[in-house]
């Protein structure tokens, strides 16, 4: 099946500090990314939804200027928190598709802990 | 909020018993899926349902779906301890928002 590489898997940073995360589609052209926050023991939350080469569509309730989202190419979409504290704290998903309603395939998520 | 509801929130049962988990959602969908979660780890896909079908089956999986009801439910047959897992299902809509709506998870833990 397709795989959807993230990185980093963990990290830990200081508040006020802005943190990237790299979500990559491994062996197809993904035109649709998924990003998603979840909290412990709850259900995933659809941040926002990026396209190659268009800007992305944030969710309501999301911050677009604190939650930057990048996806320039087919293969790569990148999430930057901005200026994180410590309710940024997460655990973030990604998810790429090959187009429209055809399945997610998920990365392994990327764990956030600002102090 | 569109979430889905799913029932139970957690279900322990013992291994070799079948395990059903049951997701409603709000929405007119395309499809329905199933994802596996461990702990702290990504999704894995199990079974995607087009609107226009009704059950699907996959090794030990089985999903149904009742359109008329905006209710979908998944099978575990003979579970194992490598089962346990939370699961969800999302929804693909028909009102063009281009996205999936996933429900509120169920926690399963299978006993050995």
């Known amino acids: 099946g397709a795989v959807v590489s993230q990185h980093p898997s963990w990290v830990i940073c200081k508040s006020g500090t802005s943190v990237k995360i790299e979500c990559r589609s491994l062996?197809?052209?993904?035109?649709?990314m998924f990003w998603y926050r979840q909290f412990p023991k709850q259900s995933l939350m659809l941040m926002a939804t990026?396209?190659?080469?268009?800007?992305?569509?944030?969710e309501q309730g999301v911050e677009k200027d604190k939650f930057l989202i990048n996806h320039a190419s087919l293969t790569l979409s990148t999430l930057t928190v901005t200026s994180a504290h410590p309710e940024d704290s997460s655990f973030y998903i990604c998810?790429?598709?090959?187009?429209?309603?055809?399945?997610?395939?998920f990365g392994p998520g990327t764990r956030l802990l600002v102090l | 909020s569109q979430q889905g509801e799913e029932d139970p929130q957690a279900l322990s049962i013992q291994e070799g018993e079948n395990a059903t988990m049951n997701c409603s959602y709000k929405?007119?969908?395309?499809?329905l899926q199933w994802y596996r979660q461990n702990s702290g780890r990504g999704l894995v896909h199990l079974i995607l349902?087009?609107?226009?079908?009704r059950e699907k089956h996959s090794g030990r999986l089985r999903v149904t779906l009742d359109t008329s009801k905006k209710s979908s439910s998944l099978l575990i047959t003979a579970s194992r301890a490598a089962d346990t897992a939370s699961y969800f299902c999302?929804?693909?809509?028909?009102?063009?928002?281009?996205?999936?709506?996933f429900g509120t998870g169920t926690r399963l833990k299978v006993l050995a």
């Open positions: 998810s790429a598709s090959s187009g429209g309603e055809e399945t997610q395939y």
């Open positions: 062996d197809f052209q993904a035109t649709t």
């Open positions: 990026s396209n190659e080469g268009s800007k992305a569509t944030y």
């Open positions: 929405t007119s969908i395309n499809n």
């Open positions: 349902i087009r609107s226009n079908e």
């Open positions: 999302a929804t693909w809509g028909t009102s063009g928002t281009y996205k999936y709506i």
